[in-house]
Antibody
Framework: EVKLQQSGDELVRPGASVKISCKAS????????MHWVKQRPGQGLEWIGA????????EYNQKFKGKATLTADKSSNTANMELSRLTSEDSAVYYC???????????WGQGVMVTVSS | DIQMTQTPSSMPASLGERVTISCRAS??????LNWYQQKPDGTIKPLIY???NLQSGVPSRFSGSGSGTDYSLTISSLEPEDFAMYYC?????????FGSGTKLEIK
């Protein structure tokens, strides 16, 4: 069974950074891309970017360049996203999602809520 | 960026009713259009890929169609579990973009 298990919710201070993880199981981690999607409270979905673990290649939405850094640890089948210089605009739920057929997301993590507050 | 305009933003409907949700792209996207369902607890489920292909395990009451800039998701007969948010997503070009969502509500 394919599963994407994300790390727990985070409460972080403005200006700080946070790293959230997405542990994949039930499939060959390096055979698929991993994408990240942001959802602000009561809002729609926004694509942040993706990583192809087998070649460690990343692609970012220009809007999130400098904000998000995507990495993949092939030894633990885990994708990570670090968000830096956090502001209230970064308070959101962040999802990881497996990419197939290029850009279709067939499995999603449960989401991680990041709250930026002093 | 390609803008995806989804209509309506909310739709009251009854059990057994046939409903259609529309998604219009700001430019042609060559059928590179997917649909997802999001439940109130945040769980997101894929429904349809490449305009009209049903994800494995998704009931056949769901169908997708369209071409060029205009696409639609149809549910032929609403079941209780179908009341949720629905999003379209284009992948013709980067950045990938989603529609603003349609909330399907019980009438």
């Amino acid at each position: 069974e394919v599963k994407l298990q994300q790390s727990g919710d985070e409460l972080v201070r403005p200006g700080a950074s946070v790293k959230i993880s997405c542990k994949a199981s039930g499939y060959t981690f390096t055979s698929y891309s991993m994408h990240w999607v942001k959802q602000r409270p009561g809002q729609g979905l926004e694509w942040i970017g993706a990583i192809i673990p087998i070649i460690d290649t990343t692609e970012y939405n220009q809007k999130f360049k400098g904000k998000a850094t995507l990495t993949a640890d092939k030894s633990s089948n885990t994708a990570n996203m670090e968000l830096s210089r956090l502001t209230s605009e970064d308070s959101a739920v962040y999802y990881c999602a497996r990419g197939v057929r290029g850009r279709y997301f067939d499995y999603w993590g449960q989401g991680v809520m990041v709250t930026v507050s002093s | 960026d390609i803008q995806m305009t989804q209509t309506p933003s909310s739709m009251p409907a009854s059990l057994g009713e046939r409903v259609t949700i529309s998604c219009r792209a700001s430019q042609g996207i060559s059928n590179y259009l997917n649909w997802y369902q999001q439940k109130p607890d945040g769980t997101i489920k894929p429904l349809i890929y490449y305009t009209s292909n049903l994800q494995s395990g998704v009931p056949s009451r769901f169908s997708g169609s369209g071409s060029g800039t205009d696409y639609s998701l149809t549910i032929s007969s609403l079941e209780p579990e179908d009341f949720a948010m629905y999003y379209c997503q284009q992948y013709d070009s980067s950045p990938l973009t989603f529609g603003s969502g349609t909330k399907l509500e019980i009438k």
